[in-house]
Structures are given as structure tokens and as C-alpha cells.
């Protein structure tokens, strides 16, 4: 399958920790990447090779990957946090790429 | 980190082309992929194709094979995106950005660091 499958909303209070999933076959051969996107702008990628941040992303940042699923950790949510998160791999020959649906984070 | 600056909006009828670029500065983009993302008003984010410029073979997301084109410039280092057959579901927002590769033993993470500002096409009669 070349399909990313991501729950449309969550929502963390201020603070707490949310996790937000990515579901696909590809995952078991290439590790998702995770962007952040906030309306009028261009996504930023905020997580890379299962667990690594570029420059300038917070460490409450974190990722994981379990067999077919991979996760983006927010620890500590701030309001700025709020936004689209978006997974992102290869398709399992690939040869071409593939977005989840993103998953709309609302911090109360 | 490379910085990708791309054209300005373009305003299209139904059944015409558009040429969106994508200029790259602070790295030469030869051996890394240029991949085109575009995202439709509050929609997600659409992979359409790429180009390692060293390759020079680009793939399409069969969504769009037939009508679009990707290339790349090296003596500019610029990446052209041409879309064809124009109609109103292309309204969207285009973005190019850079791909990078990691390989860890037998997984691979591929990721896009850089983006461009977006460019937005708009397909109205």
C-alpha cells in the first residue's frame, strides 16, 4: 500500500504530552518524516530518521516507530504547538512519495 | 541549509499551462532530489514528482503522469515544475522543496529540510 493514515484532529492541554500516529505498509522499510505546518505558511520539518530534529526544533519534539507505525511526540505542548502535522515517506517501492492526511492539533 | 525562492503567483483559464520555479541558493541542488508538493485551498499536502538533477530521471505521482513536467537548470541551479490541461481542482498552492536521504543499515528515512514560500495557481475562467 503507498498510504499514510493519520487521525484528522487531536487536541492536548496546555502542558501535557500528545501523540499523534501515522499508520502505513512503507514504514517498515523507510522511517517517516514529520512537518509542521501553520495556516498561511510552508510546512517545516520538525522530525527526520525516526528521532532527529533540525536546528532550531524544540526537544519536546521527539519520534518513534513501532512495525507499521510511527509517532510524533509533542511532551509539554505549548499554544504555538497548535497546528497541521503532516507524515511523510516513501511508498513501499520507492520510487515515489507520499503524504499522510495531517492531523489538526488543538492545544487547550 | 539551502534556501528555495520560488516565482509569484499565476492566474490560469481551464485548459492551459503553467511554469512554476524554484531557485535554489547556499548549496548546488546537483545530487539531492527536488520534489513539488502542492496543497489545494484546506486540503493536506500532495507529493506530484521529483528529480535528482544528477539522475536526471524524474518520477510523477500517477495522479499526474501525462501532464506534468519536472526539470532542473544546473547552470542556475533552478527546478521548473510545468503543469498542463489546467483545471479548477488545480487551484492550489505549490511548493518545491529539497529531499534528503539517510540510510540506517537496511531502513532509510527520506525527508524534505528545505521548502520554497509556495506559489499559488489560480485556475478560474
Known amino acids: 500500500s503507498s498510504e499514510l493514515t493519520q487521525d484528522p484532529a487531536v487536541s492536548v492541554a496546555l502542558g501535557q504530552t500528545v501523540r499523534i500516529t501515522c499508520q502505513g505498509d512503507?514504514?517498515?522499510?523507510?522511517?517517516a518524516s514529520w512537518y509542521q505546518q501553520k495556516p498561511g505558511q510552508a510546512p517545516i520539518l520538525v522530525i527526520f530518521?525516526?528521532?532527529s530534529r533540525p536546528s532550531g526544533i524544540p526537544d519536546r519534539f521527539s519520534g518513534s516507530t513501532s512495525g507499521n507505525t510511527a509517532s510524533l511526540i509533542i511532551t509539554g505542548a505549548r499554544a504555538e504547538d497548535e497546528g497541521d502535522y503532516y507524515c511523510?515517506?516513501?511508498?513501499?517501492?520507492?520510487?515515489?512519495?507520499?503524504f499522510g492526511a495531517g492531523t489538526r492539533v488543538t492545544v487547550l | 541549509q539551502v534556501q528555495l525562492v520560488q516565482s509569484g503567483a499565476e492566474v490560469k483559464k481551464p485548459g492551459s499551462s503553467v511554469k512554476v520555479s524554484c531557485k535554489a541558493s547556499?548549496?548546488?541542488?546537483?545530487?539531492?532530489?527536488i520534489s513539488w508538493v502542492r496543497q489545494a485551498p484546506g486540503q493536506g499536502l500532495e507529493w506530484m514528482g521529483g528529480?535528482?538533477?544528477?539522475?536526471?530521471?524524474?518520477k510523477y505521482a500517477q495522479k499526474f503522469q501525462g501532464r506534468v513536467t519536472v526539470t532542473t537548470d544546473e547552470s542556475t541551479n533552478t527546478a521548473y515544475m510545468e503543469l498542463n490541461s489546467l483545471r479548477s481542482e488545480d487551484t492550489a498552492v505549490y511548493y518545491c522543496?529539497?529531499?534528503?536521504?539517510?540510510?540506517?543499515?537496511?531502513?532509510?528515512?527520506?525527508?524534505?529540510?528545505?521548502w520554497g514560500q509556495g506559489t499559488l495557481v489560480a485556475v478560474s475562467s
Open positions: 522543496a529539497r529531499g534528503l536521504v539517510k540510510w540506517f543499515g537496511e531502513l532509510a528515512s527520506h525527508y524534505l529540510d528545505s
Open positions: 547556499g548549496a548546488k541542488f546537483t545530487t539531492y532530489e
Open positions: 528529480v535528482i538533477p544528477v539522475f536526471g530521471t524524474p
Open positions: 512503507s514504514l517498515r522499510r523507510y522511517y
Open positions: 530518521a525516526q528521532n
Open positions: 511523510h515517506s516513501r511508498d513501499s517501492s520507492g520510487n515515489h512519495q507520499v
